[in-house]
């Protein structure tokens, strides 16, 4: 993910608040809320009964996620129009081999130019109506394209972590709704991030799915982007659907997670946008602080060396158990839609 245009003004305002957190070894020090909504949205929190779940706890193979993000990572960097984003969508497809696979194609108009994007979707249908998407972006980032940035967090740890899914549901019936894993392209900004120079895959993907009525089949979407710092501390998203948030943390919580995962509210810009702009549900999986004050991010330090499988493991996981409370959750709260329905 990418220190979001806007974000700046955030981050000057809570700097003094992260430093604080660090300082103390504490998420919670510092003025952030704690276990409550975020003001603007403490009303548009329902009532939630979070349906048991006795099973097993849900796990992945995290050695054989690490292991798919070695194998992108010796790819190169990876930024839209080049040589090696075409070896990592072979990658992907590879991997993909006897799945449900589609591609959605189209060419970006960009401030440097135009290039072809390809978003990548593996579905996996379940025995209930509706459909809960996994996403992850595989591109890196493109102004940096002439550096050593090899994007092991930034692209790649989520990827793999797809990837991994795609083993676990591979030519399993699902007993609940289809899940469909979906690698965006383009996410990166191609000269500095704004509403249009970003997230050109989601926003082609998220009009596609309003226009064929797609988008009035998905229950959740839930975005994961740079979660497999070592360190690791998901943010609580401001942006996201309170209630998917809501589930997000549940799950967290049932795993014995919790530590991971911030009680205080940050908003960022990330792919789940454009989705949540048409009323579907979203979440953002994502760590912020990819080393002290986030110093690894977008630089030739995001190097595989920082990352842990058990990160990788922890947000797996927490995926998976949102899951299975969306699917026992008779009914989902209904549907918001945003006031606006344009993604531009
Ligand atoms: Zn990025």
């Known amino acids: 993910m990418k220190v979001r ?5 955030v981050l000057t ?86 799945d449900d696979v589609e591609s959605d194609s189209f060419v970006a108009d960009t401030v440097e130019g135009k290039f072809p994007v390809r978003n990548i979707l593996a579905k996996f249908p379940g025995s209930k109506d509706g459909i809960i998407v996994i ?13 050593s940035f090899i994007g092991a967090n930034d692209g790649a740890s989520t990827s793999a972590l797809l990837l991994e899914f795609a083993n676990q549901l591979h030519g399993k019936k699902l007993d609940g709704y289809s ?8 996410e990166e900004a191609v000269r500095n991030w704004t509403e249009t120079d970003s997230v050109y895959g ?15 089949k998905i229950k959740a979407f839930l975005l994961t982007d740079m979660i497999g710092d070592a360190d690791l501390n998901v943010e609580h998203e401001a942006n996201s659907t309170p209630w998917l948030e809501a589930v997000v943390y549940e799950a967290a919580k049932r795993l014995g997670y919790q530590s991971h995962f911030y009680d205080r509210y940050f908003p960022i810009e990330d792919d789940h946008l454009p989705f949540l702009r048409m009323g579907i549900p979203a979440a953002d999986l ?15 330090q ?28 008779n009914p989902l709260p209904p549907k918001v839609n945003a006031p606006s329905a344009s993604s531009h």
């Open 5 to 9: 245009y806007w974000k700046f003004v």
């Open 302 to 329: 995001d190097t595989v060396d920082k990352l842990s499988p058990n990160s990788l493991q922890i947000v797996g996981s927490v995926v998976l158990e949102s899951i299975r409370i969306l699917n026992n959750m």
């Open 13 to 98: 305002v809570v700097a003094g608040v992260l430093a604080c957190n660090r300082d103390n070894d504490s998420v919670k020090a510092g003025s952030a809320p704690q276990n409550q909504p975020a003001p603007s949205q403490e009303a548009a929190l329902p009532d939630l009964k979070f349906p048991p779940d006795n099973a097993p706890p849900p796990s992945i193979d995290a050695e054989r996620a690490m292991k798919y993000v070695k194998e992108i990572v010796k790819l190169g960097p990876r930024p839209i129009g080049s040589e090696n984003h075409k070896k990592v969508e072979n990658y992907i497809l590879d991997h993909l081999k006897g």
């Open 179 to 186: 899940i469909w894993l979906l690698w965006t392209d383009a």
């Open 202 to 216: 989601a926003r082609h993907l998220a009009g596609k799915w309003q226009q064929d009525g797609t988008a009035k």
């Open 135 to 147: 996403a992850s972006h595989y591109d890196t980032n493109y102004p940096l394209r002439n550096t």
């Open 286 to 300: 994502i760590d912020l602080n990819y080393g002290y004050n986030n110093v690894f991010h977008h630089t030739t």
